[in-house]
């Protein structure tokens, strides 16, 4: 793994989602190489200062390592979500879709194992929550928002590490068939990324088919 140190901190710009190694599942390496890599990805994403987690894959490295970090930094080395809960939609971009973003289909609570811990981690984005020690304790709105943001930043760099993107993770949406109810020429707000529109809800259906979203 000689070659990665100095290598990787030369490495600023993330390859992009057409890059084979960006849908590939990634090998798995020892809590020592991991490490090694974990250190790089975080000087990488400091120097960058546009993000909040980076997969070892993004910088052209073929190892199930990505690093985290909102609240504080987190290693994860061969993860796997062991378990989850709370479905919820959330707007996502990624450093390898620049300028581009959806909304994805993630969970509240997750529940991982990483290589480099011998016990599993809890995280969650509601207002009270384990901490990883396993200790009750309720969070403040902003805390709550910081936790939320944490577990959905997991989950993202995980994905990676198993070769899926935001867009593996896109959440469909139904269009919505008009009725009587709402009214064909009632004023509705749409959006897709941060377009917003607000039109008439008879001329909504077919751009909900093209991704946008009504609010």
Request: net charge positive.
């Amino acid at each position: 793994m000689n070659f990665i140190v100095g290598f990787m901190k030369s490495v600023i710009n993330c390859l992009k989602h057409d890059n084979p190694l960006i849908n590939k599942k990634l090998k798995e390496v020892s809590v020592e190489e991991g490490n090694i890599i974990a250190t790089e990805l975080f000087q990488i994403l400091n120097q960058r200062g546009d993000g909040i987690g980076l997969a070892a894959n993004q910088v052209g490295i073929d190892a199930q390592v990505a690093v985290v970090n909102v609240r504080e930094p987190i290693i994860l080395i061969n993860p796997k979500i062991v378990k989850q809960w709370d479905e919820i939609s959330y707007y996502e971009g990624c450093l390898s879709f620049p300028n581009s973003g959806v909304r994805t289909q993630r969970y509240k609570n997750i529940i991982i194992q990483s290589a480099d811990v011998d016990c599993q981690y809890y995280f969650s984005g509601v207002e009270s929550a384990k901490d990883a020690k396993g200790s009750w304790e309720t969070a403040k709105k902003h805390d709550t928002d910081q936790r939320l943001l944490e577990t959905i930043c997991i989950q993202h760099e995980i994905d990676h590490l198993m070769g899926k993107t935001i867009h593996d993770r896109e959440k469909k949406l139904e269009p919505v068939v008009s009725d009587k109810k709402i009214g064909r020429n009632r004023l509705v707000t749409i959006q897709k990324g941060d377009a917003i529109k607000v039109l008439k809800y008879k001329k909504v259906e077919k751009l909900l088919k093209e991704g946008w979203y009504i609010k």
